[in-house]
């Protein structure tokens, strides 16, 4: 059985004070929610506050992004130990923002991989194709190089400690939303990529999750596909009762 884990991104979003408010209503909203697990990445100013919101409570806490090294001069960085101290469930890695902004590789994805799983928290691992590669016909071909890079050298217990955000970069913010039969097939690719590097058994228990403009009136669809275990949202994460709309339907699913 896999685990359908739903987390919103709010990447460069809301002050602290409007972080806490957020997710105090989270927190209410989702104390019916039972099988889902339901995970908020704040900015990294606003962690610390939040952890203390959803202590002790079903909404994990996770981070946008991290870096390998444990301390030192790395200017605008946050280690692995700093999230773990505050309580961070999940540390989101590749995003494709921070690829295609901020130079992320498929290396550096790999060591960051392996930093947040050193520290027993879970990597929600971003991979996806943009426009350009999709109309060329490389979907797989990209997603077999990310995948494999971000996997390097893991072994098939660390695999199973993370979660894939499968997110074709056309998708994100734009509004447009895969369809659920493009997201079904993409997602049925990667499943078949790890179980080539890890049999079937390490690839049907891995939650890969949607990402791209979910909302609440494409959620119910996407989640309802048999490879989709969930969904990483940003502008629908950003309200309590969008986030919730999109996280109920995946209540009573078994994957
Ligand atoms: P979006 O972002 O839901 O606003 O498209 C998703 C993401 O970037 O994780």
């Not at 961070?88 to 890695?93: E, N, Q």
């Not at 970069?169 to 369809?179: K, L, N, Q, R």
Request: aromatic share 6%.
């Amino acid at each position: 059985m896999r685990k359908i884990v739903i987390a919103g991104n709010w990447k460069m979003n809301k002050t602290v004070a409007e972080s806490v408010k957020l997710a105090g209503e989270l927190v209410a909203a989702a104390k019916g929610i039972r099988q889902v697990v339901v995970a908020i990445a704040p900015t990294y100013l606003a962690l610390a506050k939040v952890a203390e919101v959803v202590q002790g409570s079903n909404v994990k806490l996770a981070a946008q992004d991290v870096h390998w090294e444990n301390q030192g001069a790395f200017t605008g960085k946050v280690s692995a130990d700093m999230l773990k101290e505050i309580g961070v469930d999940y540390v989101i890695i590749g995003h494709s923002e921070q690829r295609s902004y901020f130079g992320e590789t498929d290396a550096t994805v790999n060591k960051k991989v392996r930093k947040v799983l050193s520290l027993a928290m879970t990597p929600i691992i971003c991979i996806g194709e943009t426009l350009a590669e999709r109309k060329e016909g490389r979907l797989e071909s990209v997603l077999t190089t990310q995948v494999n890079g971000a996997y390097a050298g893991l072994s098939a217990d660390e695999a199973l400690s993370t979660v894939i955000a499968y997110e074709p970069v056309w998708a994100i913010g734009t509004g447009v939303t895969a369809t659920d039969d493009e997201a079904q097939e993409a997602h049925a690719f990667v499943r078949s990529l790890l179980a080539k590097l890890y049999g079937d058994s390490v690839a049907q228990s891995i939650s890969i999750q949607y990402g791209g403009s979910m909302k609440p009136e494409n959620a119910a669809g996407l989640l309802a596909q048999k490879d989709i275990d969930g969904g990483l949202i940003g502008g629908a994460a950003l309200k309590a009762d969008s986030f919730l709309g999109i996280i109920t339907p995946g209540e009573g699913l078994s994957k």
